[in-house]
């Protein structure tokens, strides 16, 4: 959109900073039917739909077109006896993987979709497309194995993406601040040098995982992060982590590519869980990952969890609005909660593990 | 040689054939029994009601599986475990000592691929010996355990 004549001050100098980002939507593709009350649900990526039709973002947006993975892509971060029974299992038209992960029949085109929208929105930020890019996907990835479905997710697709990325020689950062704690990802990487993971996640919690003394394999020790918080925490805690923990951590690391495994369950009003977000909290994060983007068009926002459509649509706009860098009002950030003391447990986990 | 049952219970039909059955070996081997029901994602959601906060949902939940759901175990003082998780993976992670037996019933999910049932995936990852035990008489589908 072309910015009209009448602008405030503030408003042009918005627009003149206002860096585009990519997004992908699989909105048209989305067959997984997980049934009418599970909070996995078809109604997501529409919400998700509605935060980028608002203004505030709108005019930063650039449309890119999903892809389908193909098995070689999925291969990157699971057996592929895996794979094979998975789509069997999909196919024959069973429903249940697990008391939480239900399928349907079109589950197995649905998440190839998923898995190939973070492909393809690396291939169109390499075009220089976009400074960043957002992709809105179902179903979700993080608690997926190599070897195991669970907790909603059939296929790790932030681990497709940073395979791939791997695959060419690069090193990647995950930051993961669905509220649950990506065992997934974590497990997928836990020996691999060339990835960084690192998760803000509430704690006790499902799926059991991601203690602050997990920090990675004798070879990549110091490449898992884990940051786990109690019921109740505030956003500022999580801020506090990023800029004393996981700022450093990825900084250090200095990937090539930062892949935010973007949930929203961490906000106060999610049904599945009990962090105290808000939606300025996100927009907070987002700014500070935009800091440490290694360069412009290395950053790919993969959507997990968030089963709030109110809290998922605010909280997608405003992380939009702070890696464009436009003004945005949105709710006030979080703070006085609990999780002072959990930060600082991370923080000495984090330094015996660098001391050894 | 077997010190420990480790068993599954999530309140469906399977579930407690495999306690019943875990009562009789408890007591024939002298093993310990830990009953454990892994705490999905979906735990605190239930259909019908509004969301609960996760510690009271815990509560509710941790008097199911001392109550009705190890009603088999009456007598060999179990511990009880909630282990947050899925079936498999709550587990593989709690049964790892040399002694432990894994416990699960089977909820007729045995088809064409090994994904589908918690017993098999269990079985087919599991470091230690894993008993699946058949309940012949379920009348209806496996049901969600809530
Ligand atoms: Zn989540």
């Not at chain 1, 197995?108 to 960043?132: K, M």
């Not at chain 1, 599945?272 to 990952?289: H, I, M, Q």
């Not at chain 2, 993976?89 to 045995?110: E, K, N, Q």
Request: with cysteine; net charge negative.
């Amino acid at each position: 959109m072309v910015p009209s004549g009448d602008l405030s001050r503030s408003d042009r100098i918005d627009l003149a900073m206002a860096a585009p980002v990519l997004f992908t939507s699989m909105l048209d593709v989305d067959h997984h039917d997980t049934g009418a009350w599970h909070p996995e649900r078809s109604s997501r990526l529409p919400a998700v739909q509605v935060a980028i039709a608002d203004p505030a973002v709108h005019e930063v947006i650039e449309m890119a077109e999903p892809r389908q993975a193909t098995i070689d892509d999925l291969a990157l971060a699971h057996d592929a006896s895996y794979l094979a029974g998975l789509e069997q299992f999909i196919t024959s038209g069973r429903g249940e993987l697990d008391p939480d992960t239900q399928t349907s029949i079109g589950s197995w085109e649905t998440a190839r979709w998923a898995a190939g929208s973070g492909l393809a929105a690396i291939d169109a930020l390499d075009r220089g497309e976009a400074d960043a890019a957002f992709v809105a996907i179902r179903p979700p990835g993080h608690h997926a194995t190599a070897t195991q479905a669970m907790g909603f997710c059939l296929i790790n697709n932030v681990a497709v993406a940073a395979r791939a990325l791997t695959a060419r020689g690069q090193r990647v950062a995950i930051l993961d601040w669905d509220v649950h704690h990506g065992n997934g990802t974590q497990d997928i990487f836990w020996d691999d040098d060339r990835v960084l993971y690192a998760s803000i996640h509430e704690s006790p919690a499902y799926p059991g995982t991601g203690r602050a003394s997990e920090v990675g394999a004798s070879g990549a020790a110091g490449l898992t992060v884990n940051v786990p918080l109690p019921a109740g925490a505030t956003g500022d805690h999580s801020l506090a982590a990023f800029d004393t923990i996981i700022g450093p951590a990825i900084e250090a690391f200095a990937p090539d590519w930062i892949l935010v495994s973007a949930g929203y369950d961490a906000h106060r009003a999610d049904p599945l869980a009990g962090l105290a977000w808000t939606a300025g909290d996100y927009g907070l994060l987002a700014t500070r990952v935009r800091s440490l983007a290694p360069a412009s068009g290395r950053t790919v926002f993969l959507l997990e969890g968030g089963y709030d459509l109110e809290a998922l649509t605010s909280s997608v706009t405003a992380t939009i609005a702070a890696v464009a860098g436009v003004d945005h009002e949105t709710e006030a950030p979080s703070s006085g909660g609990p999780g002072r003391d959990d930060v600082i447990i991370a923080a000495r986990f984090r330094a015996r593990a660098l001391e050894s | 040689m077997i010190s420990r049952l480790v068993i599954g219970l999530d309140g469906s039909h399977g579930s407690r054939t495999a306690a019943t059955f875990a009562a009789e070996l408890a007591t024939r081997c002298g093993a310990s029994v830990l009953a454990l029901h892994a705490v999905g994602l979906l735990d605190r959601v239930p259909s019908e009601r509004e969301p609960v906060p996760s510690h009271q949902h815990r509560v509710e939940i941790l008097n199911e599986l001392k109550g009705a759901w190890s009603e088999p175990l009456t007598g060999l003082s179990p511990e009880y475990r909630l282990v947050d998780g899925n079936p498999v993976s709550a587990l593989l992670r709690t049964a790892t000592d040399p002694g432990d037996v894994i416990i699960v019933g089977s909820r007729g999910a045995g088809g064409a691929t090994d994904l589908g049932s918690t017993s098999s995936q269990t079985a087919k990852m599991a470091q230690v010996p894993v008993v699946i035990v058949p309940s012949i008489d379920d009348p209806a589908p496996p049901e969600r355990a809530r």
